[in-house]
Every structure is written in structure tokens, then in C-alpha cells.
């Protein structure tokens, strides 16, 4: 059964830090993509940060772009998103997605989300 469990959510102050964690099981990680995803309130959901089986291969959204950093450990079935520079627009429930090849088809798992809030 695959599983993807996010955390490291929180409550931060406009400049601070935080790091999402999305710990997978069930699957060959090292074999998946993975996308962080998010939505605010009231807003449509949208993609975050890319990253391929590779740390090199990674892409960012224009509005997270030299704040955010995506990375993988792949020993640890682990995905990351660092989240520097907070302002209130980066407010947000964020989700890992994992996309893995199936045979000839990719099959994509979703975690629950985890709460992002950024205010004074």
C-alpha cells in the first residue's frame, strides 16, 4: 500500500523558514518524480517545485523561485521542500505529489497536505 505522509507545516512570521517533509512507503521512490503542489484560501491549486529522480533536475514555480528548494533523498524514500523568505501569500496547504511508471502508464499519489501560515 503506498502511503505519503507529509509534515513540518506551521505557524511562521513573514521572513521565516519552515521545511516540508513527504515521507513515502509502498513504492520505489527512487524511481518517482516528485511535484509539491499548494492552495491557498480561495485560491485554484498550483504546482510549487519539480524534481526528477535526480537532485539536479528540478524546476520552480516564477513566485517561489530563489526561496524555495526542492530536494530528495532517495535512501530515506524521502522528499523536501525548504521554504525561506516566507511572506503571507505563500500561505497555503502544500501537497506532495509522486508520479511512478507503471508498466506503460504513470500513476500519481497524492499526501494529505500540510498546513502552511505565515503572519505576524
Known amino acids: 500500500q503506498v502511503q505519503l505522509v507529509e509534515s513540518g507545516g506551521g505557524l511562521v512570521q513573514p521572513g521565516g523558514s519552515l521545511r516540508l517533509s513527504c515521507i513515502t512507503s509502498?513504492?520505489?521512490?527512487?524511481?518517482?518524480?516528485m511535484t509539491w503542489y499548494r492552495q491557498g484560501p480561495g485560491k485554484e491549486r498550483e504546482l510549487v517545485a519539480h524534481?526528477?529522480?535526480?537532485?539536479?533536475?528540478?524546476n520552480y514555480a516564477d513566485s517561489v523561485k530563489g526561496r524555495f528548494t526542492i530536494s530528495r533523498d532517495n535512501a530515506k524514500n524521502t522528499g523536501y521542500l525548504q521554504l525561506d523568505s516566507l511572506n503571507a501569500e505563500d500561505t497555503a496547504i502544500y501537497y506532495c505529489?509522486?508520479?511512478?511508471?507503471?508498466?506503460?502508464?504513470?500513476?500519481?499519489?497524492w499526501g494529505q497536505g500540510t498546513q502552511v501560515t505565515v503572519s505576524s
Open positions: 505529489r509522486i508520479d511512478i511508471l507503471s508498466g506503460d502508464r504513470w500513476i500519481d499519489y
Open positions: 509502498g513504492l520505489a521512490f527512487s524511481n518517482a518524480v
Open positions: 524534481i526528477g529522480t535526480a537532485d539536479d533536475a528540478t
